[in-house]
């Protein structure tokens, strides 16, 4: 059984039917992908310091996701991209499969109807990212009382990922948003390894 759809108004009121148009919905330009994509370090505005990551141990203390000015500040569990690996495709089908490679991740694949641009070369790095806030726990939750297990419980299932290529002023991009990626972390110790950032989405 695959991960419930998710949806940001799940734990931000209305923020879903508040994301500009261009968020939504995301057109591709045509390329041959197959690469490994570069490691950039990221890089915080002045609005949040280096510190402001959030360790597993910290989860239930991630602030809510937000609009700053023309940015929505969504927290997310990141996992970065190292490779993407398109398929032989088949003359008989409209399609294209991409094996992704992700740290803390399964090897996973996505389905598009057009090739998938290469953002890698483009603009920077690439993101697998899983939104987060505490509500995910469940409404009637302490989140003062919160165990290890319940944790690790919540973040072991498989979810639906969100992708996203990192551009300058440590701002983030959102691709291939009609496409449903499901995502499982690889273990426990890669749960247990999970951080959370505050992402700047365009």
Known sequence: QGPPPFEVRNFC??????????FLTRSLTLSSVAYHVPVIQPQTSDSYSPSEAYDFHSLTRVPPPRFFNRLLILPCIAYHVTAVQLRRPDPSRPHYTYHIQASGLRPLE?????KLEDVARSEGALHLVRPWHPKLLGSSTDLDAVTEEQLVSALET?????????LLHNEHRRIVSSTLISAQPIDRGSILKSKVRLFHVV
Request: glycine share 4%; net charge neutral; charged share 0%.
């Open 13 to 22: 009121g209305s923020v879903a039917t508040s994301l500009p148009p261009h």
């Open 110 to 114: 996505i389905t598009l109807p057009t």
């Open 158 to 166: 498989p979810f639906n990922a969100l992708l996203l290529t990192q």
